[in-house]
């Protein structure tokens, strides 16, 4: 089984609607991340939490919210989905501690399309 | 602030072929460089990592050095595989206190014909 899974995997919206990507994991990591992939403009950072309470805006915060429900879980909503926040979602986790914290785990995505 | 340039795609091989794909960065400190690998329709895998100056990452015949004096992790491989057709990121991360956030790169296609 995968250790970042998202769903759903794909989605289509139309603009105006509001709409939640979720994420879990299994890896027991403190720190998860939101991003969106667009052709051309590789990954940007859209929030990020590094517990259950602190939760931070990234790059490109604007149109989004997110909630830290349990340390396994965290969603990403758009409130009012518009045309251009039609692109591809990841989820990422990391672990604050050890050797190997500043490496990131990615799940396989979700691709929203708003019409 | 920082930031990742990486050579343009897309990049078409024969199998057997030499891979080359330029990395460059920019940071105020002294970051971790990674590469990671995007097989089509899956989320980014990491593909190999290196934490200091001069470091060697490997993974999967890909190789890659830290040069702190050109600043670049370019990634390499002697010969590819049709099943290395993926999108490959050129990424940073900041050690210390910057130590949460990726800085990627806009990612090379790379595509190998047998």
């Known amino acids: 089984d995968a250790d970042v899974t998202q769903t759903p995997r794909n989605r289509i919206t139309k603009t105006g609607k509001r709409i939640m990507l979720e994420c879990s994991q299994t890896?027991?990591?403190?720190?998860m991340y939101w991003y969106r992939q667009d052709p051309g403009l590789g990954l940007r950072l859209i929030y990020y939490s590094f517990d259950v309470k602190d939760i931070n805006k990234g790059e490109i915060s604007d149109g989004y919210s997110v909630s830290r429900q349990a340390q396994a879980k965290f969603s990403l909503s758009l409130e009012s989905a518009i045309p251009n926040q039609t692109a591809l979602y990841f989820c990422a986790t990391s672990d604050s501690s050890g050797t190997g914290k500043v490496e990131q785990y990615f799940g396989p995505g979700t691709r929203l399309t708003v019409t | 602030g920082n930031s990742v340039t990486q050579m343009e795609g897309p990049v078409t091989l024969s199998e057997e072929a030499f891979l080359t794909i330029n990395c460059t960065y920019t940071a105020t400190g002294y970051p971790s460089l990674f590469w990671y690998v995007q097989y089509p329709g899956e989320g980014l895998q990491l593909l190999l990592k290196?934490?200091?100056?001069?470091d060697k990452g490997s993974n999967k015949g890909f190789e890659a050095t830290y040069r702190k004096e050109t600043t670049s992790f370019h990634l390499e491989k002697g010969s590819v595989q049709v099943s290395d057709s993926a999108v490959y990121f050129c990424a940073l991360s900041e050690t210390g206190a910057g130590s949460y956030q990726l800085t990627f790169g806009k990612g090379t296609k790379l595509s190998v014909i047998p």
């Open positions: 890896k027991g990591h403190d720190r």
């Open positions: 290196a934490t200091k100056a001069d």
